[in-house]
Nanobody
Framework: LHLVESGGGLVQPGASLTLSCTASGETLMTHAVAWFRQAPGKEREGISCFNNFDRSTNYASPVKGRFTMSGDNAKNTMYLHIPNLQPGDTGVYYC????????????????????WGQGTQVTVST
């Protein structure tokens, strides 16, 4: 499974972005998929994930209610929609996948994910 993120860029506060995670080699949504974010000078943190068993989507507290994760099986792509971007959203956004995952207690652990993309940079600035 090979993952490629896209859709990042330099945007002004208040703008929206939809990041894409496109897979090749295998069907992405038969895997657990997560989005991670690494802000400048900070540790990489998990922000959303898709459970391929019960098809649920989960969000970390900092983004819950604002970010939306979705998928398009025909395009073998998962998306992360980020409205109303703020400077605190700046960072490199990575998608990751595993055979199983996104379960309570482990969904944000990077070691649970076997496949990673190269990341896409999101910069929010005036």
């Amino acid at each position: 499974l090979h993952l490629v993120e896209s859709g990042g860029g330099l945007v002004q506060p208040g703008a929206s972005l939809t990041l894409s995670c496109t897979a090749s080699g295998e069907t992405l949504m038969t895997h657990a998929v997560a989005w991670f974010r690494q802000a400048p000078g900070k540790e990489r943190e998990g922000i959303s994930c898709f459970n391929n068993f019960d098809r649920s989507t989960n969000y970390a507290s900092p983004v819950k209610g604002r970010f939306t994760m979705s998928g398009d099986n025909a395009k073998n792509t998962m998306y992360l929609h980020i409205p109303n971007l703020q400077p605190g959203d700046t960072g490199v956004y990575y998608c990751a996948a595993a055979q199983i995952g996104c379960y309570p207690g482990s969904r944000w652990s990077q070691t649970n994910y076997d496949y990673w993309g190269q990341g896409t940079q999101v910069t929010v600035s005036t």
